[in-house]
């Protein structure tokens, strides 16, 4: 795509059509996809945010959404290349690697959520604000893609900037430059972004399609009400299948985001429980996946939802972010409660995700993994139910047995780091750090996490159940069936010559 940004005004044109800014945002059919694209961008090694705020607010009556973190910030030029297309300059930094691949991210998700967006950020050295807004470009009946931005140094002196400056007061929320700076002084300390968005999506009856008052502390989906008058949450590939929180919750969402959480999100002034999804299951045990096309095992990890058995599937990552969550695989796509509660996590970087980042291209390798994992899951399945209820003395079926998290793992809110906690403890404060660790080997943020066990070669556990129980398999059943079906046809025929 062709860019021609004009830094005498840091006024940015590009030769894209103003329609395409609305185009490019429908890939996001569900709005926290788009909501997910914001946090990515702080969460990505070039920014490196420890925390990030999410909030609604309201600005001369208008609802707003807003996210303020405090990462490194950017120049101006920066700025203008983030609001360009066809660009990205993403690097791995400090063993973090970036989840956005193409650079549009920002584009697509705040153009997703509502009609315009204003972008105030610094780096410690500057100041800058820019203006992406299909509003401003209808007004001004633009015929390609303008993006004003101006410029301030650290003493809020305006630089150069002062066309765009007039554009910005003129259709942005901020009617003066002293709004523009006090939103800029909003951001807590010397570095970070706020990026506020307005003219949010409303459906048909003018009303917004996230529900801000059922929950002060959560920004929510409203269920819908489907032609047979049933309500039901938009998601469209849940199909009879009970809708997870994460669905239609932001806050439950947010707290799978990240297979291994490194930054703190604050939703509507309230922090967001991260889960540690590896290590908050029960029962927890680890598979392996070999495919032909890598180089390498990839590790599996099983276990039983302590939180709602009728949450469950596969959760798969990419570059550590959530793509794919509860998508049921094997015996679990059978209506027979087969099973039921097992939920299994698969970091799939060798998979390619689609520009939403809400599913994997379908491709030879992605089928190959998904009947890996149908196979594996079932493998773990059949052996948790010979063993747990061959234990449960009053027959529960393995699904209904009471059950804990096989380990407490607790983030400090100092280093970010993520401890694990021992048995018996219940209830952690708001806030915990590792000082207060029990354990003295890790009582000081200085301290390297527990090592994980990635280079694992074989499953931690034996498949007994192969063993002792070659009956217990619908695999073993139906080889048994065509077998004997097999040696019926063999009868018949024989039978059939005889008489001839």
Wanted: proline content about 4%; hydrophobic content about 35%; some cysteine.
């Amino acid at each position: 795509l062709l860019i021609q940004p004009s830094f005498t005004s840091l006024k940015c044109f590009m030769f894209l059509c103003p329609k395409f800014l609305h185009t490019n945002s429908t890939s996001h059919t569900w709005p926290f996809s788009a909501v997910a694209e914001l946090i990515d961008n702080a969460y990505d090694p070039d920014v490196n945010a420890k925390q990030i705020w999410i909030d609604k607010t309201v600005i001369n009556d208008n609802i707003c959404l807003t996210f303020t973190d405090n990462g490194n910030g950017m120049t101006s030029e920066k700025l203008h290349k983030m609001l360009s297309f066809g660009f990205s300059d993403k690097v791995s930094m400090n063993g973090r690697v970036p989840i956005g691949l193409y650079g549009n991210g920002f584009k697509s998700g705040s153009m997703r959520l509502g009609k315009d967006a204003i972008i105030f950020t610094k780096n410690g050295e500057s100041m800058s604000v820019g203006l992406l807004s299909q509003t401003y470009l209808e007004s001004t009946k633009a015929e390609h893609v303008v993006v004003p931005i101006v410029a301030f140094n650290k003493d809020h002196i305006l630089l150069d900037t002062k066309a765009s400056l007039r554009a910005i007061l003129e259709h942005s929320l901020f009617s003066t430059e002293q709004k523009l700076l006090a939103e800029l002084d909003a951001i807590i300390g010397k570095k970070g972004t706020r990026i506020i968005i307005w003219n949010l999506r409303r459906d048909n009856n003018g009303i917004t399609e996230f529900e801000f008052d059922k929950d002060k502390y959560d920004i929510r989906i409203p269920e819908d009400l489907d032609e047979t008058g049933k309500k039901g949450y938009k998601k469209q590939e849940r199909v009879d299948q009970i809708v997870p929180e994460s669905d239609y919750s932001l806050r439950a969402y947010c707290s799978i985001l990240y297979l291994k959480p490194r930054m703190q999100i604050i939703l509507r002034g309230q922090k967001v429980k991260t889960q540690l999804v590896s290590k908050s299951l029960a029962y927890i045990e680890r598979d392996v996946y070999r495919p032909k096309f890598l180089a390498k095992t990839v590790r599996i990890t099983f276990g039983f939802n302590c939180r709602n058995k009728d949450h469950y599937g596969i959760m798969m990552y990419h570059k550590n972010r959530l793509i794919k969550a509860y998508e049921r695989v094997g015996c679990q796509l059978k209506a027979n409660n087969m099973g039921a509660g097992v939920v299994g996590i698969i970091e799939c970087n060798f998979l390619k995700p689609t520009h939403n980042k809400q599913d994997f291209d379908y491709t030879n390798e992605y089928r190959l993994t998904i009947a890996a994992l149908g196979e594996k899951l079932n493998d773990y399945w059949n052996e948790m139910k010979v063993k747990k209820n061959a234990e449960c003395p009053l027959n529960l079926l393995v699904e209904d047995i009471q059950k804990q998290p096989d380990q407490t793992w607790v983030q400090c809110d100092s280093c970010l780091k993520w401890r694990k906690l021992p048995d018996g403890i219940d209830q952690l404060p708001e806030k915990w750090y590792c000082s207060m660790n029990p354990d003295p080997q890790f009582r000081n943020c200085l301290v390297p996490e527990e090592p994980e066990d990635d280079d694992l070669v074989h499953p931690t556990y034996e498949k007994t159940y192969k063993k002792n129980c070659p009956m217990s398999t619908e695999s073993t059943i139906l080889s048994k069936k065509k077998k004997l079906i097999k040696n019926l046809f063999l009868l018949v025929f024989s039978v059939a010559d005889g008489v001839s």
